[in-house]
């Protein structure tokens, strides 16, 4: 993978150089349109337990796209217990695989920092009447 990456959070920053000019060989409305398709994507994946969606949930902790369009996710669950620990990495990647001009893409779970419900968006909490 390349190593220039541009980082989207889930609160779709994008990490930029000192100058403050993107990372990214990739045009910027390219990598805007790329960043808009994977969250999109990321949104039809849902926790079977719980019925939002893993984005909404604050599960993705962040996305890289290199300039060769290569997709790296960072994901946790809700608990390292969850019973969908080793389908869930596997339907992000196949969901992220879904948005064209996507190259590779891989799925990393981690646990660090734990999940807890303020990752949560406030559309999760009003599906969850967590308000």
């Not at 990490?15 to 990321?42: N, R, V």
Request: hydrophobic letters at 40%; glycine letters at 6%.
């Amino acid at each position: 993978m390349s190593e220039d990456m541009n980082t989207v959070g889930t609160d779709e920053t994008q990490e930029s150089s000192a100058a403050g000019k993107p990372m990214s060989a990739i045009p910027q409305e390219e990598l805007d349109q790329l960043t808009d398709d994977i969250i999109a994507a990321l949104k039809t994946v849902y926790d079977p337990e719980i019925p939002v969606d893993i984005y909404e949930l604050g599960l993705i902790y962040k996305v890289d796209i290199s300039d060769d369009r290569d997709v790296v996710v960072d994901m946790t669950l809700t608990a390292p217990g969850c019973p969908v620990a080793g389908t869930m990495p596997v339907m992000v990647e196949d969901a992220v695989r879904t948005v064209e001009g996507i190259g590779d893409v891989r799925v990393n779970m981690t646990f660090d920092p734990p999940w807890d419900p303020s990752r949560m968006s406030d559309e999760a909490r009003v599906a969850l009447n967590m308000y």
